[in-house]
């Protein structure tokens, strides 16, 4: 069974660059979740996708978009970076309509925006 | 909404004793589930137990166990014998089960917890 994979695992940007991040979701998974972990903090939720749609969304503006892909793989893209946006991005797989919604998390990509 | 609250933003134990992370949460849900998560300093975050709100027996997994408190909304994580590889950062999460699986979850601030040699 393979795990969780997130590329890349650092990043470093300028503001107002744009950035796409990358997960692969766990096998048997049909859908991907991707969360931001400012330091010091929890994880928030950002989206989650099921069959490549975007299928709920936390509070974050619309600069911040995704796709998932027929795989299940899933991208985050992030346009017109901000300093603010410095953070962990972790994306979690879940099988979709499982009962308690287990989500197994990657090890994330590092952002930094300068 | 929901929301989860741990109150102890860092706690350190010696190795072997037993330690109790705290944390309340909030929602307007009916059937929810409540989850405690580590994250080591490799990032990643894994799964230590977790909980359905409508079962009254306390989940347990090994040396984890939970005291989940549903009219208080509280929902603790105890360590029994602790050990070096615990050490990291541990979060209380919430998920509603209505909005049918498109809401993420809801996490605390977290607990750094350290275990002392």
């Known amino acids: 069974e393979t795990g969780v994979t997130q590329s890349p695992t650092h990043l470093i940007k300028t503001r107002g660059q744009q950035v796409t991040l990358r997960c692969s979701s766990q096998?048997?998974?049909?859908?991907v979740s991707w969360y931001q972990q400012a330091l010091g903090q929890g994880p928030q939720f950002i989206f989650q996708y099921y069959r490549e749609e975007e299928n709920g969304r936390g509070n974050f503006p619309p600069r911040f978009s995704g796709l998932q892909f027929p795989n299940y793989s899933s991208e985050l893209n992030v346009n017109a970076l901000e300093l603010d946006d410095s953070a962990l991005y972790l994306c979690a797989s879940s099988l979709r309509l499982a009962e308690n919604n287990e989500q197994f998390f990657g090890p994330g990509t590092r952002l930094t925006v300068l | 909404a929901q929301t989860v609250t741990q109150s102890q933003p860092e706690m350190s134990v010696q190795e072997a004793e037993t330690v109790t992370l705290s944390c309340t949460y909030d929602?307007?849900?009916?059937?929810?589930?409540l989850f405690w998560y580590k994250q080591p300093p490799s990032r990643q975050m894994i799964l230590v137990i977790r909980?359905?709100?409508?079962?009254?027996q306390n989940a347990t997994e090994n040396r984890f166990s939970v005291n989940f408190q549903k009219a208080a909304k509280s929902f603790s994580l105890k360590i029994s014998d602790s050990q070096l590889g615990d050490t990291a950062m541990y979060f209380c999460a919430s998920w509603g089960h209505s909005g049918g699986g498109a809401d993420g979850l809801t996490f605390g601030k977290g607990t750094h917890l350290i275990i002392q040699p």
């Open positions: 929602t307007s849900e009916n059937n929810y589930y």
């Open positions: 909980q359905e709100a409508y079962k009254q």
């Open positions: 096998s048997g998974h049909n859908t």
